[in-house]
């Protein structure tokens, strides 16, 4: 029987839901709220070499903590309306400023703290083909940023408005109780930041394209799965990460995950999902964890 998981991930690493190549029967809804942890205690330089995040820091660098709001609702048979809203709570470390010179109180990082309402993603996924056992989708979707300053230190993310569409394929592996998708898409950096404020001057972000496969298999009331997600700038990052301010104007990563989701009752699951990030260039090396509470209706 195919199930439904949700795979959010760090700011850049909008949410992603295994699924985007079915569409939601008429009348239908799917509800999903988790939880983030994420830590990394490295970065990913311009150039893909690896750092330390901060240099001279050795604990965790970087910390996102937050929770996230998404939703399904068929609207036609073939149509399906998606919905997600992101809560950040982010916290940075980088070493005291006067660190190397000895003085009482310097060998304690400065702690920096973001959190509030980021963004609303409203999506539509369009059935485009279906035959026996695939489908195929094309999902669109804009996030729209929840009116936060991109001059805080972190900012919650870019400010402005991006466009995501992606075409997703999808087949179920029956009489094996499985299922396997994949998608390809491109995400569009509007520029639009009126839905944000801040003074500080505005750098360009670049277009990104997105890769996404998943393979997941039942075992009783327990889904498993393997995913893969990417964000590739369509341009090579040129500037280093800074890790007081993680917002990435360009950056390529790979995340690759485990994921179970056991359902108590048919309508109902549990979620735990882990990733790593085995590559990457001018972002952070982070490891993210996401427990969730699902259900149908």
């Known amino acids: ?30 509800v999903k709220v988790s939880s983030q942890w994420t830590g990394a205690t490295e ?36 149509g399906t309306l998606v919905v ?29 703290g973001a959190s509030g309402f ?9 059935g485009l083909w279906r035959r026996g056992p695939h489908r195929l989708a094309l999902n669109t979707s804009v996030r729209i940023p929840l009116a936060y300053s991109r001059d805080e230190m972190p900012a919650l993310g870019s400010g402005q408005a991006d466009v995501d569409a992606m075409l997703h394929y999808g087949a ?11 998608g390809l898409g491109y995400r569009l950096r509007s520029g639009y930041r009126a839905l944000s404020s801040g003074d500080a ?5 670049g277009n990104e394209w997105l890769l996404h496969a998943e393979g997941g298999a039942n075992l009783g009331p327990v889904l498993l799965q393997a995913l893969l997600f990417a964000t590739l700038s369509n341009q090579a990052p040129a500037t280093e990460f800074d890790p007081q ?17 056991a359902y108590p009752v048919s ?31």
């Not at 070499?49 to 937050?66: I, M």
């Not at 916290?91 to 006067?98: D, G, I, M, S």
């Open 1 to 30: 029987m195919r199930r439904w998981a949700l795979a959010c991930t760090l700011c850049a690493f909008t949410g992603a839901a295994s699924g985007q190549a079915w569409t939601q029967s008429a009348g239908s809804a799917y």
């Open 43 to 78: 970065q990913y330089r311009e150039d893909g070499t690896r750092a330390p995040y901060a240099a001279g820091l050795e604990a965790n660098g970087f910390e996102d903590r937050s929770r996230y709001l998404y939703a399904e609702y068929g609207v036609t048979g073939n």
């Open 84 to 112: 997600q809203l992101a809560f950040k709570d982010m916290l940075v470390r980088t070493p005291h400023p006067q660190a190397s010179s000895g003085l009482p109180g310097t060998e304690v990082p400065v702690e920096r």
């Open 118 to 126: 980021q963004q609303v993603a409203l999506g539509w996924r369009q």
């Open 172 to 182: 179920s592996l029956w009489p094996f109780p499985g299922y396997a998708q994949a």
């Open 201 to 205: 001057p505005l750098p360009e972000y």
């Open 245 to 261: 301010n993680p917002v990435p104007t360009h950056q390529r990563y790979i995340k690759t995950g485990l994921g179970a989701t």
């Open 267 to 297: 309508s109902i699951g549990v979620s735990l999902q882990v990733f790593t990030t085995p590559y990457g260039a001018s972002t952070v090396r982070s490891v993210d964890w996401f427990a969730g509470l699902e259900a149908r209706f």
